[in-house]
């Protein structure tokens, strides 16, 4: 007893005092962000909850394949994906392997859960309840990321003033849209995506250009961003499986349906072939414009594979329905130029100038190609074996162009 008295007295820190520091240490400070860190379980369970946000969306698509529902899926796709980059680049930035960073993760999913409930009906009947609980989800946000700023140096303070400033105004705003009328509310919805990413961009390019280091793209963001794609390309397989088990499956269905997931395999290959799981420049435009670019190659992914449904349950047409036909070759248009504008980000864009150069033309020129494509509206089978084609001509050239480069070493 002497002994421990003795300690106490000495100035070593208590057990509650040690327990404390080792379970809840404070966030890291800006300027610290680890360069090698490998991606934790708990951050693989909240992407795997924002993605069942993201499949609600995509379901409720499938079953509204029109223009307002395409409008209602993208405002409310945008304000997921937000969330998720928000929450995200918060753990990366400060957060540490403690039951703090478990706190703040759950904090996050109890609020993103009854979200998820009201996606359905965002546009309709539970508009009002899902634009209160976007409200609380980004006060939750804000709040988080005032925390981690208490102890900042001088030169990080006015960038995490301006971030968390503008995130306690969209949740302001989120919160009033439930008063609107429904067609005012979602587009409400989607003006404030387009002017939260404004802002985004604008303080991180303000905070990396006054503060060398205040964010860069790790390995570990990479690899987050990569398994976001990837978990939601399961959605292309999930709406050719859905349109498969809601109609009698015969020989044209089941081939319809195989040739829809060769497009979604299609849109993986373009992507990990050409820009996934590969660093951007460590420049500050490089860091925005990788990040953003991710926005709409992912949901444009997650849509394709809400009008898979459709495009396998109505095989048998003699031609695609409007926005089935849109929504399949629109996405795929997006997945090629948005999968270059990563492209254009990363190193390899200047080393490799031989082969992404080119490439950039050919997936340009696929991307107007289904434009056209869907414009047309061929039978189902038609359209899907047209959209493999189109995905495999930048890939055919990309095979072609590495194999002339290695004959051209070769013999040099």
């Not at 369970?45 to 899926?73: C, M």
């Not at 195989?258 to 993986?268: C, K, M, N, S, Y």
């Amino acid at each position: 007893m002497k002994d421990d008295g003795g300690a106490a007295a000495a100035g070593e820190p208590s057990f509650w005092r040690r327990l404390r520091r080792q379970l809840w240490q404070p966030p890291r400070a800006h300027g610290e962000q680890p360069r090698e860190r490998v991606v934790g379980p708990l951050e693989l369970f909240y992407d795997l909850v924002v993605v069942a946000l993201v499949a609600q969306a995509a379901h409720h698509l499938a079953g509204k394949l029109t223009w307002r529902g395409i409008g209602e899926y993208g405002a409310v796709f945008g304000l997921i994906w937000i969330t998720w980059v928000n929450g995200s680049l918060h753990h990366e930035l400060h957060g540490r392997e403690d039951a703090r960073a478990r706190s703040t993760f759950l904090l996050q999913i109890l609020v993103l859960v009854p979200l998820g409930a009201f996606i359905p009906g965002a546009g309709g009947a539970t508009g009002a309840a899902f634009a209160v609980t976007a409200g609380i989800l980004f006060a939750v946000l804000a709040l988080l990321w005032l925390l981690a700023s208490l102890g900042d140096r001088p030169e990080y303070r006015r960038a995490s003033r301006l971030y968390i400033t503008g995130t306690v105004l969209c949740a302001a705003v989120l919160m009033l849209s439930a008063a609107l009328p429904a067609t005012a509310r979602v587009w409400t919805w989607g003006l404030l995506d387009v002017a939260y990413l404004a802002g985004f961009a604008a303080v991180v390019l303000k905070a990396t250009l006054v503060a060398v280091g205040a964010l860069s793209v790790t390995a570990a963001l990479i690899e987050r961003f990569g398994l976001l794609i990837i978990i939601v390309l399961g959605e292309t397989v999930t709406g050719v499986v859905s349109g498969l088990s809601a109609e009698p499956v015969d020989a044209l269905t089941l081939t319809v349906g195989l040739i829809a997931v060769v497009v979604g395999f299609g849109a993986w290959w373009t992507y990990f072939d050409f820009a996934g799981h590969r660093d951007p420049r460590r420049t500050p435009a490089a860091t925005v414009q990788w990040m953003l670019a991710h926005l709409p190659l992912t949901a444009a992914v997650a849509a394709m594979g809400a009008a898979m449904v459709s495009l396998v349950e109505d095989a048998h047409a003699a031609r695609t329905a409007t926005a089935t036909s849109w929504v399949l070759c629109g996405g795929a248009a997006v997945v090629l130029s948005s999968t270059m504008l990563v492209a254009a980000t990363l190193r390899a864009w200047h080393t490799e100038q031989y082969l992404y150069r080119p490439l950039s033309r050919a997936c340009a020129a696929a991307a107007l190609a289904c434009l056209a494509l869907g414009a047309s509206r061929p039978a189902p089978p038609v359209l899907g074996g047209a959209l493999v084609v189109l995905f495999g001509i930048p890939w055919c050239l990309a095979v072609a162009r590495r194999l002339r480069r290695q004959e051209s070493l070769t013999r040099d």
